[in-house]
């Protein structure tokens, strides 16, 4: 679960970069975060879709490449990692491991999820963080797409990370990737694919099924 939690904790700081509210240091990163900002809290819902790479500097041979998706609605999510799955109704959360099907249901606590993972996802836009210096470090292409560079450094020097690069599509003011530095070399670039907003999803989406799963092995927690 180790391994599941490093890429969860930071596929949701990426996605909660874009609600960061931070100490202003530059007017230009200002304004491009607070509109960035204004554009994600206003969809009913999202799917994203995305790629993250996980690089060593410390063992240049070492990268490690993810996809998957994440769905969200109100207080409800759902994150897919194509071998893994959380599925949450805003009550209820199940972690389905595919390749075992073998499912652990628990009563859903969003402080136990931002203890556990750092953020819990249907809290993200909900986040309201002071703790962070920021600039407009200079521009750069992502998928040939021009885009701002955006430098976040946390003031809480215990942070597992101690550098955010946000890029922002100049055109249509969208987060095209987060990239991560951590402070013993690794570092993780989450790309977002494709972002679909204010798709149609029903509740239901947000539940998971054990009846559609032949044989899946259940182990209960709740109380």
């Known amino acids: 679960m180790i391994y599941m939690k490093t890429w969860y ?28 900002k204004k554009k994600y809290t206003a969809y009913n819902s ?12 410390t063992s240049p041979d070492f990268v490690e490449e993810r996809e998957g ?7 409800m999510f759902k994150l897919d990692l194509n071998d893994f799955e959380i599925t949450c ?34 809290e993200i836009f909900n986040i309201d963080q002071e703790d962070f210096n920021y600039r407009i470090s200079g521009s750069a292409k992502v998928d040939e ?29 969208q987060l095209l990737r987060a990239h991560f530095f951590e402070k013993d070399g690794i570092e993780y670039k989450f790309d977002i694919l494709e972002q ?14 054990t009846t559609k799963h032949e044989n899946i092995e259940v182990e209960d927690f709740r109380e």
Do not use: H, R
């Not at 609600?19 to 960035?36: F, R, W, Y």
């Not at 998706?69 to 207080?75: A, D, E, G, I, V």
């Not at 972690?95 to 073998?102: G, L, P």
């Open 9 to 36: 904790s930071v596929l949701l700081l990426a996605v909660a970069a874009i609600s960061i509210q931070a100490q202003v240091i530059d007017q230009e990163a200002k304004t491009l975060l607070e509109n960035l």
């Open 46 to 57: 999202i799917q994203v879709q995305f790629k993250m790479i996980n690089i060593d500097k």
């Open 69 to 75: 998706t994440l769905y969200l609605k109100s207080k």
């Open 89 to 122: 109704n805003g009550k209820v959360i199940w972690f389905y491991n595919k390749d075992v099907n073998q499912v652990q249901i628990q009563q859903y606590d969003a402080k136990v999820m931002e203890e556990e993972f750092g953020f819990a996802p249907n």
């Open 145 to 173: 797409k021009d885009c701002k560079e955006v430098e976040l450094s946390p003031k809480d020097k215990e942070k597992f990370y101690y550098k955010i690069k946000m890029y922002i599509d100049k055109a249509t003011q």
């Open 196 to 209: 679909t907003p204010n798709k149609n999803m029903s509740d239901d989406f947000f539940t998971f099924d």
